[in-house]
């Protein structure tokens, strides 16, 4: 027997936290115009106890506004992507779920487009598109995915596939139809891109809608250990499912949508690192969410710094880089779950 | 067999009950039940009043063929669906009127085993048991590591606490179940099919130590079963069922009539008395009948 202790908890919390740190840094240090870890340390520093005003106004535009900035939001889209990831897992009992295999990215794209196009004036009207566009698509794929009361492995992941190429479709659509919109930034965005800041006005709320999400999702962590053995038995060893099944599906749901709405469609992280964090530290959903997100955010921050570098000056979008390494591994597990 | 028949063994109440000593833990008192596809539409299955009692160290079968209503039944003592009509009490409570979570403190459901998702320890497995008794996040404190270690060595099964629950054979499977069902601490048991996946040695072994369980922890255990010799040999007590009929209620030997047994399970049976004064129940084939 091997129950988890808080110890554990804290020393692979620990853990993650000083590896993502020690990405934070090369991300801030790769880049067009390279800076050395030294300079980086000692203005750093001088920022910390409140000089900032004697940082080089070079520095101050490409590590504090531009690169920082990127990754910060970098480290919040990683989270929010891994966690609801994560949480799909197991509100469906399934290891392929994934916000954006089961279409719920592309419906959080499709909620925000639509947003944008028929209340413009309305304040924080992206964010609430997407998390209408989620709620909605995954309602969806769930129902799609029932066969005789029972939800059904292969019948779900089909529904997602076909709802998010059907969203797609609608958005390209939407894309071509309507002219005089800058359509190189919709691609990008649709890719998955980390580029465009969120606007100052919308950051609080982003950041904390981020973290009421997580955290909401983290207080149902023992029960969501449960529900994976089943519903049934859940219910049987005292988990009031359907509250629980609520408080997930929402929170999910908002996550996927702040994350889309700010850095578009960034497809398997939410695969490819609560998968990653089960082979390192298990499956229980205790360890798991806050492993997943602090995972999540280092998969982000590493991603984006390659698709910054790899061609530079020119830029790809963080969303080929995860793709490119998630589409394999999403193969390999599907082949693995057939035998 | 008559109505009138049906109704004195379903209302033969506590006071003839022949093990008075014994404090009563389940009373089920004229329970029904209907599943209906709509609000307006016809019931598609029904469940008639069925009464019966489960006293503290009594082991009690629910039989009957496929679809005649053990699931429902079970469904009902446990809690998850209330009863259109009659009651269904433990110690004196309502079950469907139990919260969730004291429910399974009082209450250990033990299903038909479900496919895991990720790979778990069997002693995790164990301690989950544990989750209607703690707080928010469930860390394990030292009393719930204790009652799981106590829980698998009951059923004898503390050498496979550190093995992982997909390569344990079914008995060894069905063991750790019943192991989590035991670290909730329950006044009653109920178990599904418990028999199902099991050779018939596995079986035997199981029924045995429900019943020692049941003696040394005072529970009440219900078992719903199709496996007419194991609850003849087992059971203090048997609840006989067809299409949604409670048809009898009484000890093996009471119910267990060749005429009605043949007619429920629509099979040519042979029943015997065995030495203990248990009925014995064997199948006949159907060939060379005409030849004796």
């Known amino acids: 027997m091997r129950p988890l202790t808080v110890r554990r908890l804290l020393w692979i919390c620990g853990g993650l936290a000083a590896v993502l740190l020690a990405c934070v840094v090369l991300a801030l240090k790769l880049g067009a115009v390279p800076i050395s870890v030294t300079d980086l340390v000692w203005n750093l520093g001088r920022v910390a106890i409140g000089r900032s005003d004697q940082l080089p106004t070079e520095y101050r535009l490409i590590v504090f506004d531009l690169r920082l900035p990127r990754i910060l939001l970098g480290i919040l889209v990683g989270a929010a992507l891994s966690v609801s990831g994560a949480s799909f897992q197991a509100l469906l009992r399934n290891p392929l779920a994934d916000p954006f295999v089961l279409g719920v990215s592309s419906g959080a794209a499709l909620g925000s487009i639509l947003a944008l196009i028929f209340a413009p004036q309305l304040p924080f009207v992206t964010p609430l598109g997407a998390f209408l566009g989620a709620m909605a698509t995954i309602a969806a794929v769930y129902f799609l995915g029932r066969r005789g009361g029972e939800l059904d492995s292969t019948t779900l992941l089909l529904g997602g596939v076909i709802s998010a190429s059907f969203l797609s479709a609608i958005i390209m659509f939407l894309m071509t139809t309507l002219a005089g919109r800058d359509l190189r930034g919709m691609v990008f965005w649709l890719m998955g891109d980390l580029s465009t800041p969120v606007p100052p006005g919308l950051r609080w709320i982003f950041t904390m809608g981020l973290l009421v999400g997580i955290g909401a999702i983290y207080s149902t962590s023992a029960d969501l250990n449960l529900l994976l053995t089943g519903e049934r038995e859940a219910i049987h060893l005292g988990v009031d499912a359907t509250r629980v099944k609520l408080v997930v599906y929402v929170s999910a749901s908002l996550l996927t949508a702040l994350a889309v709405s700010a850095s578009g469609a960034i497809g398997y992280v939410g695969l490819l690192v609560p998968h990653a964090m089960r082979l390192l530290f298990g499956s229980d959903y205790r360890v798991l969410i806050p492993a997943s997100a602090l995972g999540g955010a280092i998969a982000i921050v590493l991603a984006d710094t390659l698709a910054r570098t790899v061609v530079a000056p020119t830029e790809l979008p963080v969303g080929a880089m995860t793709a490119m390494a998630g589409a394999p591994v999403f193969i390999y597990l599907l082949r693995r779950g057939m035998r | ?292």
């Open chain 2, 1 to 292: 067999m008559s109505a009138s028949d049906t109704s004195t063994h379903a209302l033969g109440g506590r006071e003839t009950s022949p093990r008075g000593a014994r404090a009563e833990r389940l009373n089920v008192e004229q329970a029904s039940y209907a599943y209906s596809p709509g609000a307006d539409a016809a019931p598609t299955f029904t469940l008639t009043a069925t009464s019966f009692q489960a006293h503290e160290r009594e082991l009690v079968a629910i039989l009957g063929p496929n679809a005649s209503g053990k699931s429902t039944l079970l469904r009902l003592i446990s809690g998850t669906i209330a009863p259109l009509s009659g009651r269904v009490e433990l110690d004196g409570e309502e079950t469907s009127r139990l919260d969730v979570r004291t429910r399974a403190q009082r209450i250990a459901v033990v299903h038909q085993e479900s496919p895991m998702v990720y790979p778990a320890l069997a002693g995790d497995f164990v301690l989950q048991g544990r989750y209607p008794y703690g707080r928010a996040l469930r860390f394990a404190n030292k009393e719930d590591i204790g009652i799981a270690h106590n829980a698998l060595a009951q059923v004898g099964a503390d050498h496979l606490a550190g093995r992982t629950i997909g390569e344990l054979s079914g008995g060894e499977k069905q063991r750790v179940i019943l192991a989590r069902a035991l670290a909730q601490q329950p006044r009653l048991i109920l178990l599904d099919e418990p028999t199902l996946h099991l050779d018939i040695g596995a079986q035997v072994e199981l029924l045995e130590r429900l019943r020692q369980l049941a003696q040394e922890n005072r529970y009440a255990v219900v078992v719903v079963t199709h496996e007419l010799a194991l609850a003849a040999e087992f059971a203090d007590q048997v609840v006989l069922l067809q299409h949604g009929r409670c048809l009898r209620v009484g000890t093996p030997a009471a119910v267990y009539q060749r005429d009605l047994l043949e007619q429920v399970f629509e099979a040519p049976l042979d029943v015997e008395v065995g030495p203990a004064g248990r009925p014995r129940v064997n199948v006949r084939a159907r060939r060379g009948e005409d030849a004796t």
